[in-house]
């Protein structure tokens, strides 16, 4: 999801106040440790939240911190480009992400999707709106996930495919935000139910269409279990006041215990 396009969101609020592989899998982690490792997608992949952001990436906010740059860091691959850019669309990373795959490349990573469905927009109507306006976003949200985004994850995954013909790829999750059924502030039950539901909405369709063109589907979800927001180990951030933009995202505990070993479980 990115560092979601949250412009809108961020003037609204400001307003309102694996274990071990074997065999087969061994051999395909230790040849794509081998090769060039491309790590592409938005914020969930660049690092907003994570913090130690890379001073060159811009306004993509890369981060020390995310989970490709931690697993360059223990693998050394042959070559690695992060390319991942905190507000990303499926459009975008067709546009400016894609000129470092080539032939020799044997790893890719992605998390895309959550930008073109509007999440900032969604989370926006939840957060300042009722429970009857929030769901009925989602309900937006969730149409266009079932009318439109399929089309433009294969028009990726294609590329992908194209320019990278030897490569292992691998689409990771998003989150679950919330743990239901505590004392916490903030938004309604109903609220955080529907935000689940719509995170769960999203990750099944990328999984089915990373399913259709052979890519690895790496869930990250129930690795956060119990690390949501309103846990007492939260691995993302609810509403950061300190920095605006890294509201919902991953903190550097959510990629180095959550996002980064499920990656490297399947990479």
Known sequence: MSRFRLTGFVTSLLLAAGLGLSGAAAAQASTAATGGYVALGDSYSSGVGAGSYISSSGSCDRSTNAYPYLWNAAHSPSSFAFNACSGATTDDVLSNQLGSLNSGTSLVSITIGGNDAGFSDVMTTCVLQSDSSCISRINTAKAYVDSTLPG??????????????????????????????????????????????????????????????????????????????????????????LDITESYHPTAAGHSGGYLPVFSNNA
Do not use: M
Not at 192 to 214: C, F, K, L
């Open 152 to 241: 433009k994850l294969d028009n990726v995954y294609n590329q992908i495919s194209a320019k990278a013909p030897n490569a292992k790829v691998v689409v990771l999750s998003y989150p679950r935000f919330y743990l239901l059924g505590q004392t916490c502030l903030g938004l309604s039950d109903t609220k955080r139910s529907a935000i689940n539901g719509a995170a769960d909405y999203i990750d099944t369709a990328i999984q089915a269409r990373a399913a259709a063109h052979g890519f690895v589907f790496a869930d990250i979800r129930s690795v956060f279990s119990s690390h949501e927001i309103c846990s007492g180990d939260s691995w993302l951030h609810s509403v950061n006041w």
